[in-house]
């Protein structure tokens, strides 16, 4: 809760002790309209913005009293910028985060997507697989069913097949299938130390954006729909989206519940 006195490296080690999708770490703020700045690390590297440890940090701040307890808006300092939190309070509040600017970039050939991932072409839907980057560089695949979405699998030697000494940078793969009420989905990222995420917000607000794009969700300002995500590492999260104006035009909000299931002490 309060990382001021660990340096960079000793956040990268601890990260690399705790060997979860992403570890944070708390600092006072230095943009005078956050609440508290967040730094956060995967096993191997620092991440500049993401999902899942933002709403879990902002459910921690709040219980810890770093805001009020019945704040329904804060902001979290993030290397990407702001980010801004909305809390719906209840007996179990729903904690939404609105995804940061999306970028488009690099499109891949789905063949090459295939083969990457262990799967036929033909499981691929017939649209292009594009990076896009909402502060976490996510290659975003589409695929037929469900089983295709179960079968597929990333490692190291996959990722060398998609960059084929293209790119240096890192991404995540998200593959989907669409679903009336959203998506079934699954993340890999091996080279950031995560084999297979259970739940990836900032990849699911670039998702919705997707989707959008290619006809596979409505449109409409005010569209809510759920990505599940983990079912098949036996982790299954659901993340809910909320799409504010024509296609997302005054944002994409990614939201979901947050429950405590551990409480310890590191002696450093």
Same mark, same amino acid.
Not at 14 to 34: D, K, Q, S, Y
Not at 244 to 263: H, R
């Given at each position: 809760m309060d990382g001021s006195a660990i340096d960079e490296a000793l956040m990268q080690k601890i990260a690399r002790e705790m060997n979860l999708a992403e570890t944070t770490f708390v600092l006072p703020f230095e943009n005078p309209g956050c609440d508290a700045r967040l730094r956060i690390f995967t096993p191997r590297r620092e991440l500049t913005f993401a999902g899942h440890p933002t709403i879990g940090t902002s459910f921690v701040v709040r219980k810890e009293g770093l805001v009020p307890y019945d704040c329904v808006e804060l902001w979290l300092e993030e290397k990407i910028g702001p980010v801004q939190i909305f809390v719906d309070d209840g007996a179990c509040p729903m904690f939404w985060l609105r995804t940061p600017p999306i970028a488009e970039g690099k499109i891949f050939d789905r063949s090459v997507c295939a083969r990457a991932l262990g799967l036929e072409t033909d499981d691929l839907l017939d649209i292009p697989p594009e990076i896009l980057d909402a502060g976490n560089p996510t290659l975003l695949i589409a695929l037929r069913d469900e089983g295709a979405v179960d079968r597929a699998w990333l490692d190291n030697a996959g990722v060398r097949i998609l960059k084929d000494g293209q790119t240096s940078e890192p991404f995540c793969v998200f593959v989907f299938s669409a679903r009336k009420e959203g998506a079934y989905s699954r993340m890999f990222a091996p080279e950031y130390g995560v084999p297979e995420d259970p739940a990836t917000g900032s990849s699911t607000g670039p998702l919705a954006a997707f989707m959008m794009k290619h006809g596979l969700l409505a449109p409409e300002p005010g569209t809510l729909f759920v990505s599940e995500q983990g079912r098949k590492m036996c982790r299954r999260s659901l993340l809910h989206v909320k799409v504010?104006?024509?296609?997302?035009?005054?944002?994409?909000? @990614?939201?979901?519940? @947050?429950?405590?299931?551990?409480?310890?002490?590191?002696?450093?």
């Amino acid at each position: 809760m309060d990382g001021s006195a660990i340096d960079e490296a000793l956040m990268q080690k601890i990260a690399r002790e705790m060997n979860l999708a992403e570890t944070t770490f708390v600092l006072p703020f230095e943009n005078p309209g956050c609440d508290a700045r967040l730094r956060i690390f995967t096993p191997r590297r620092e991440l500049t913005f993401a999902g899942h440890p933002t709403i879990g940090t902002s459910f921690v701040v709040r219980k810890e009293g770093l805001v009020p307890y019945d704040c329904v808006e804060l902001w979290l300092e993030e290397k990407i910028g702001p980010v801004q939190i909305f809390v719906d309070d209840g007996a179990c509040p729903m904690f939404w985060l609105r995804t940061p600017p999306i970028a488009e970039g690099k499109i891949f050939d789905r063949s090459v997507c295939a083969r990457a991932l262990g799967l036929e072409t033909d499981d691929l839907l017939d649209i292009p697989p594009e990076i896009l980057d909402a502060g976490n560089p996510t290659l975003l695949i589409a695929l037929r069913d469900e089983g295709a979405v179960d079968r597929a699998w990333l490692d190291n030697a996959g990722v060398r097949i998609l960059k084929d000494g293209q790119t240096s940078e890192p991404f995540c793969v998200f593959v989907f299938s669409a679903r009336k009420e959203g998506a079934y989905s699954r993340m890999f990222a091996p080279e950031y130390g995560v084999p297979e995420d259970p739940a990836t917000g900032s990849s699911t607000g670039p998702l919705a954006a997707f989707m959008m794009k290619h006809g596979l969700l409505a449109p409409e300002p005010g569209t809510l729909f759920v990505s599940e995500q983990g079912r098949k590492m036996c982790r299954r999260s659901l993340l809910h989206v909320k799409v504010l104006g024509e296609q997302g035009a005054n944002g994409i909000l @990614v939201g979901g519940y @947050v429950t405590a299931i551990a409480e310890g002490t590191l002696t450093i």
